[in-house]
């Protein structure tokens, strides 16, 4: 019950952030953002103390750590492989429009709509 109040409390504070943003319009843009990302930032500080905000804070370092497990392909890799889909996609769009364009002419030619 603890953690839904916190969560409650929370929103309620983005809230206020987003329509303080809008009330105080005549207030310089730059605190305007200042003062709603300080509000971001405290109701996120309460977020992450209920079982929520704790979970997903594990999830993140968790993914974290995986993100640094891929190998990531060289410069030279990506370039081949970029340029091989780029002539994979031209060679199938060849093909698609031939295949189309025999089509086009078979039906023109069964109904009769060919010159």
């Keep these: 019950m603890a953690d839904r ?19 105080y319009a005549e207030v310089s843009l730059l ?4 003062g709603l990302l300080v ?3 405290f109701a996120v500080g309460i977020g992450m103390t209920t079982a929520v905000g704790k ?5 993140l370092q968790d993914a974290r750590t995986e ?9 030279k890799e990506t ?6 889909i780029m002539m994979s996609v031209i060679v199938v769009g060849i093909l698609l429009w031939g295949l189309d364009s025999l089509l086009l002419w078979a039906v023109e030619n069964l109904t009769g709509q060919g010159s």
């Design 5 to 23: 109040i916190k969560l409650i409390i929370a929103l309620l504070i983005v809230a206020a952030g987003i329509a303080g943003f809008y009330v």
């Design 39 to 41: 509000l971001i930032l």
């Design 67 to 75: 993100v640094r497990k891929v190998v990531w392909p060289t410069r």
């Design 55 to 59: 979970t997903s804070w594990k999830f």
């Design 31 to 34: 605190f305007r953002v200042l």
């Design 79 to 84: 370039s081949q492989t970029t340029l091989l």
